[in-house]
């Protein structure tokens, strides 16, 4: 049976990605890739755009810009958060069972997580 890929061009995609990924890992390589994902989003990411903010000539445009790019710093640290939540879920059911999970609790694990990621930003 042929697999069918979606396009998916959000940021918040990439919490489905991680999870597909961490699936496919033993659980310290779940918890690993869920680290480095939160590490990546969450404070370099973040911090580079918040960098750029800071290093903007005149008060008028950063304020201009911290409205703009705000909002991405914001999701940035949701997604990084999501992101270690669901390789930790993962991580936790790898360490217990070895058997495959279905799409359908895939899909369920990276909704979860985006919605606990919601509450610790």
């Not at 370099?44 to 903007?56: D, T």
């Not at 991580?91 to 610790?120: C, D, M, Q, V, W």
């Amino acid at each position: 049976m042929a697999r069918r890929y979606r396009r998916r061009s959000h940021l918040s995609s990439v919490v489905g990605d991680v999870v597909d990924i961490a699936f496919r890992l033993p659980w310290w390589g779940a918890l690993l890739l869920g680290f480095v994902a939160y590490l990546l989003f969450s404070v370099l990411l973040a911090g580079f755009i918040e960098s750029r903010i800071s290093m903007l000539q005149g008060p008028a445009m950063q304020a201009v810009a911290e409205s703009r790019l705000g909002r991405i710093v914001q999701i940035c640290g949701w997604v990084g958060n999501a992101c270690f939540i669901a390789s930790l879920f993962v991580a936790i059911r790898n360490y217990f069972t070895s058997e495959h999970a279905p799409r359908e609790e895939r899909g369920l694990i990276a909704f979860l997580a985006k919605i606990f990621g919601r509450g610790l930003d």
